[in-house]
């Protein structure tokens, strides 16, 4: 059975298996992995698992360009199957490209229901938070997030260019 938890320096080794499956280069939606962030050792996967924690807090001084978010881990087991991040407010960029909702599931995770189910409960993590809808995107020929999004009520805004590519925006009213 999946669970959302809060990421942890305890899955170091499985965090990395995950990342080893997506691929080198590739983009882990989801886990606010930046290029700057050494995960590899066990002081970098701290030190990046510490930062994911003081991003969650809307009081503390944020870097530039980033605004409070929450990073919560679909973890079975012992297994990292995806990550799922909550951006609690939107900057220009968030609101021409990334949204509220960033999500990615490991390929070998996939079609299991695992990303629909986690958006639903980070829907209720946004309400908590007090936002009445939430922006949702997706890129345009990923149809399987395109229906994620949909089945939790996602309402098609507009397809546009933008600096990562051509997306689809959805709004979720909470």
Avoid at 56 to 80: L, M, N, Q
Avoid at 149 to 155: A, K, L, M, T
Wanted: hydrophobic share 40%.
């Amino acid at each position: 059975m999946p669970e959302l938890i809060a990421p942890t320096v305890r899955l170091h080794a499985a965090w990395l298996e995950a990342q080893d499956e997506w691929g080198p280069g590739a983009h882990e939606d989801g886990f606010g992995l930046l290029p700057s962030d050494e995960v590899d050792s066990p002081s970098g996967f701290a030190t990046w698992v510490a930062r994911l924690a003081a991003e969650s807090e809307p009081a503390k001084a944020h870097d530039a360009g980033r605004v409070p978010c929450t990073y919560r881990w679909i973890v079975e087991g012992e297994r990292v199957l995806g990550g799922i991040a909550l951006r609690h407010e939107l900057n220009d960029f968030l609101l021409r490209v990334g949204g509220h909702v960033g999500y990615g599931i490991r390929p070998s995770a996939r079609r299991r229901g695992l990303a629909t189910w986690a958006l639903g409960r980070m829907l209720g993590e946004a309400r908590a938070l007090g936002l009445d809808r939430v922006l949702v995107t997706c890129e345009v020929e990923n149809i399987a997030s395109a229906k994620t999004i949909e089945h939790h009520g996602g309402v098609l805004e507009d397809v546009r260019d933008t600096e990562l590519g051509t997306a689809r925006r959805y709004w979720i009213t909470l």
